[in-house]
């Protein structure tokens, strides 16, 4: 970045993920000054937050970079990438990191995901696509397999994918979204695909469209309760590395996943440049696309990002220009765990406003960096804000070590009906929730 003087960041979100991103790009000497909008109160420790201009605020988001004069901006969340904000930063002749709105569709469209992958001979589950009723019943119906995956077409909040155990449960959750309007016009087209069974596997990707950078793997906790009990939640916990994601599989995935997504929007006119999310499928060893994100997971970027050896902000503001390569990244030995402490209720009815206790002026506790996803502080004190309150995440030598540490943390702090799963990692190995 040369003499240039450096002015500031902006960062678009309000969650854990976008406090971890904020955490790691102030270790770069070019961070400068750092907003967030909207923030969040434990945010309000790192960055300037702006709460009046929200993350899908487009117009608001580019007046506010203007305003500050901030020369580079990450768009963090789906919602924002989807409806273009990268694109109206750029217009604005202001650079950002994340895809612009033709290349975010590779989240923002799953049945654009899963003919793309079609197309260009991408492993993934066999899937039709509907958008009227009848014929949705009279597919799974025919094909008679149960479990069996149904997934509305767009953003749904992580909430739009539904694994039907029976045919009762198939027809509800399909009327539910082309006729229940359940999801509005992300449901009002469907994806039924084949369920697979195996280890899941999150690999966060940074890419230019030159070339691919996977960051470490890690393994998300969908489910509210313990020994995946409950309903789907944004995630529980996090732990890095996967130990599924073995260095045979990484090559396979690499060789016929990694590439071949970045080489396929290539051709499609969308080159896809900012942090690429594959959710995989581990199956007898092979692995599967079960879906893209366009965007560091949350809160899987809450155990990756602690794990990257490197310069973050360089390396987003080089994927911005197409020159990923210029910038070293490697990745930190140990391992990486993050338990979620979430609002009593989440993900349905949950109250909101409750006192945290345990936490420093920061926002931080003994033995742990907690990343904070629903707060708010008031007069020196930090409420719950959210259904997901905060992530408290430690790395340590190896996965106990790093679990050892942050469920410590996590006894230390509370607030009134904090809910967490206790058996974070244990598929990987982990000692908790035997």
Do not use: W
């Not at 402490?341 to 993900?347: E, F, Q, R």
């Not at 406003?353 to 020196?380: C, F, N, P, R």
């Amino acid at each position: 970045m040369g003499a240039r003087r450096i002015l500031g960041r902006l960062v678009s979100g309000g969650g854990g993920r976008e406090h971890a991103i904020i955490r790691k790009i102030k270790e770069s000497p070019d961070c400068g000054t750092v907003y967030c909008a909207p923030g969040n109160g434990g945010i309000a420790s790192d960055a300037i937050c702006v709460p009046e201009v929200k993350a899908t605020d487009i117009e608001g988001a580019v007046k506010l970079a203007q305003e500050k004069k901030v020369d580079f901006v990450i768009v963090a969340p789906d919602d924002p990438l989807v409806a273009g904000m990268v694109d109206a930063m750029e217009r604005a002749g202001i650079p950002a990191f994340g895809p612009n709105k033709a290349a975010a569709i590779i989240e923002g469209s799953k049945a654009f995901s899963k003919d793309l992958m079609k197309k260009y001979g991408i492993p993934t589950a066999k899937y039709e696509i509907f958008t009227q009723a009848d014929p949705a019943i009279a597919y799974v119906r025919a094909q008679n397999e149960y479990p069996t995956v149904i997934k509305a077409d767009g953003l749904a909040l992580g909430k739009g994918v539904i694994i039907a155990k029976d045919e009762a449960e198939a027809i509800t959750a399909i009327t539910d979204m082309l006729e229940g309007n359940k999801f509005g016009a992300s449901g009002s087209r469907i994806v039924i695909e084949q369920y697979l069974s195996g280890p899941e596997v999150s690999v966060l990707a940074l890419t230019d469209g030159n070339i691919m950078r996977p960051l470490v793997s890690a393994m998300d906790h969908k489910r509210a309760l313990d020994g995946d009990e409950g309903l789907n939640t944004g995630g529980m916990g996090t732990i890095a590395p996967n130990p599924a994601f073995t260095e045979e599989v990484a090559e396979k995935a690499m060789q016929r996943i990694f590439l071949p997504t970045m080489q396929a929007m290539n051709k499609e006119g969308r080159t896809f440049r900012g942090c690429l999310f594959f959710g995989l499928m581990v199956v007898a060893g092979e692995p599967y696309v079960i879906e893209y994100n366009c965007r560091f997971g949350d809160p899987e970027a809450q155990v990756v990002l602690p794990l990257l050896e490197g310069d973050l902000l360089r390396a987003m503001v080089a994927t911005a220009k197409g020159e990923l390569a210029s910038v070293p990244l490697g990745r930190k030995a140990g391992s990486a765990a993050c338990v979620v402490m979430a609002s009593g209720g989440y993900p349905v009815a949950y109250e909101s406003g409750k006192e945290i206790s345990g936490l420093d002026a920061q926002g931080q506790a003994k033995g742990a960096t907690v990343y904070h996803a629903g707060t708010k502080q008031l007069d020196g004190r930090f409420y719950t804000a959210g259904g997901r309150v905060l992530g408290v995440t430690n790395r340590g030598s190896d996965l106990n070590d790093a679990l050892d540490q942050a469920y410590a943390a996590v006894k230390s702090i509370s607030f009134e009906k904090a809910h967490y799963r206790h058996d974070i990692g244990r598929k990987a190995g982990g000692k908790y929730g035997h």
